[in-house]
């Protein structure tokens, strides 16, 4: 880790977190957020796995996915306005790839916003190939790029650690 990411520790999300996690989530999300129901609804999957990065005790992202071999799928991932630019989206990324890999998935997928370039950008460098497009999947006009890691391997496999 960087000396920018030093103060930066992940953990398990759990439902305490909820709150901050929301929070995070109506300021990156501006069109249809979750809400903290779906949170709720989400943590209570057994097929749910979810983080929240911290510095120094504050929650400043959290990602989560779905896993249930062969396939993983990346639920949400989100960084807060004040945080971005750190290298967190990238470091919870690594962990919901480790997790579909403790797992024995086979491949994530995933869902951005067609004009998310900084996202897209971030997912190819990982190896995420575009496969498919929802139209009007967030809004009408903001499609949906359906992205696809396989196979996976974890950041140290691909030597990036």
Same mark, same amino acid.
């Given at each position: ?22 929070a995070i989530e109506t300021a990156v999300f501006e069109v249809d ?32 996915? +779905?896993?249930?071999?062969? $396939? #993983? ?9 004040? @945080?971005?630019? /750190? *290298? ?24 951005v916003r067609s004009d998310n370039e900084s996202a897209i950008g ?15 999947? +967030?809004?009408?006009?903001? $499609? #949906? ?9 974890? @950041?140290?496999? /691909? *030597?990036?650690?």
């Amino acid at each position: 880790m960087s000396d920018v990411m030093s103060s930066v520790t992940l953990r398990p999300m759990r439902w305490p977190d909820i709150e901050a996690v929301h929070a995070i989530e109506t300021a990156v999300f501006e069109v249809d957020p979750w809400s903290a129901e779906q949170f709720w609804g989400e943590l209570a999957q057994p097929t749910r796995e979810y983080v929240v990065a911290e510095d120094d005790g504050v929650i400043i992202g959290y990602a989560g996915a +779905y896993l249930l071999p062969p $396939d #993983a799928d990346v639920q949400t991932i989100a960084v807060a306005p004040v @945080a971005q630019g /750190r *290298g967190i989206g990238r470091v919870l990324l690594e962990e919901l790839i480790a997790n579909a890999v403790r797992h024995d998935c086979a491949q994530l997928l995933l869902e951005v916003r067609s004009d998310n370039e900084s996202a897209i950008g971030m997912y190819e460098r990982f190896g995420f190939e575009s496969i498919s497009k929802r139209r009007d999947y +967030y809004a009408s006009g903001i $499609d #949906a790029l359906i992205m696809r890691l396989r196979p996976l391997s974890t @950041a140290s496999e /691909r *030597g990036d650690s």
